[in-house]
């Protein structure tokens, strides 16, 4: 008899806690006969993110072949997209990379018979199992995300869902795709194509740093900023160059320094370009004076909120005493 909301919320949090007695109390419910309005589908799609918090793997081979048959514990979700998005969502969050539920993602992506969300789901759980899989999984798993760039039928949300799980599984592969996207692929998925390429970079480099893992490979290292920077001279109109300046920033490229320091010190610059030139500044981490000198120039904007607040973080990223004393004021 509670709200729809409530109800929902009830089920995550038993996810939440990871309470493994209550998978089977939520596979029954998975059964119970709700209407398929929304607050029906709503309570599904609590119980399946429920199922997948929990993290129980023995429930991966039926969702698995929920998601690709339609057939969720006897009930027909064949035409039930978000639901059926939200059995993708729960093999995801259970990070059990089975050979049933890799599979299932695979073959939801091959067929044609699928809603656009449904796709979306399995794009965006590719990613994450994939990068726990064996290497000859992980071969035939970028091929997938590939697959789905060339033949989304127009879906860029998608697309760019793919990069990123293109970029999750981090093989040499991936990272290879990942550069002729950022090069020559379609113009709305370059910068997401290099950000995929920045964000390993930079996670990679920080597991090494903590003795977690070896890092990323020299030659491919050089591969990627050189991509980044050839990237980041070749486009001129903001939102892109922007996204690529972050990059080089990510991958700490010093050489991006003089031109970061010229286009924030530029008032004339578009505010998005010069907010994540501040961030990239800040992540390059180089407190020398003219770095400082242009971010408290965009600081003391106040034209954009966005800008100023970019500002702050960049300041803030240089970890300078200085800077310190000036943010406090």
């Known amino acids: 008899d509670l709200r729809t909301r409530e109800r929902c919320w009830a089920a995550v949090s038993l996810g939440l806690q990871k309470d493994r007695e209550a998978v089977k109390d939520l596979v029954e419910l998975l059964?119970?006969?709700y209407e398929y309005t929304d607050d029906g589908v709503n309570v599904l799609a609590g119980i399946l993110a429920g199922l997948g918090l929990i993290g129980d793997p023995s429930v991966v081979p039926d969702l698995a072949q929920?998601?690709?048959e339609?057939?969720?514990?006897?009930?027909d979700i064949r035409n039930q997209d978000r639901v059926r998005a939200f059995v993708g969502f729960a093999l995801l969050k259970i990070g059990e990379p089975s050979y049933e539920a890799l599979n299932a993602i695979m073959k939801v992506h091959k067929s044609r018979s699928f809603?656009?969300?449904v796709k979306r789901s399995a794009t965006i759980s590719a990613?994450?199992?994939a990068a726990k899989a064996s290497d000859a999984k992980k071969k035939e798993m970028v091929a997938t995300p590939r697959k789905y760039l060339r033949k989304s039928g127009g879906d860029p949300s998608g697309e760019n869902f793919a990069i990123i799980?293109?970029?999750?599984i981090g093989t040499p592969d991936a990272f290879n795709a990942l550069i002729d996207i950022a090069k020559s692929g379609k113009y709305g998925q370059r910068p997401f194509a290099g950000l995929g390429l920045a964000t390993q970079y930079w996670y990679q480099e920080r597991a090494r740093e903590a003795k977690r893992g070896e890092g990323m490979d020299e030659e491919l290292k050089n591969k990627i900023v050189?991509?980044?920077r050839e990237c980041s001279d070749k486009y001129k109109d903001s939102d892109t160059k922007a996204a690529f300046m972050l990059c080089r920033g990510l991958v700490k490229d010093k050489s991006a320094i003089d031109e970061l320091v010229r286009v924030v010190s530029k008032k004339s610059s578009a505010p998005v370009l010069r907010g994540f030139c501040c961030i990239s500044l800040g992540l390059i981490g180089d407190a020398r004076e003219d770095v400082k000198d242009s971010l408290k120039l965009a600081l003391q904007e106040r034209k954009s909120t966005d800008l100023r607040r970019d500002a702050a973080t960049g300041l803030g990223l240089l970890r300078d005493a200085e800077v310190g004393k000036l943010l406090l004021k």
Do not use: E, M, W
């Not at 339609?70 to 009930?75: A, M, P």
């Not at 799980?165 to 999750?168: D, G, N, T």
């Open 115 to 117: 809603g656009r969300i």
């Open 127 to 129: 990613g994450p199992l």
């Open 31 to 33: 059964d119970a006969k």
């Open 66 to 68: 929920a998601f690709v």
């Open 70 to 75: 339609g057939d969720l514990y006897g009930r």
């Open 226 to 228: 050189k991509t980044l």
């Open 165 to 168: 799980s293109l970029s999750q």
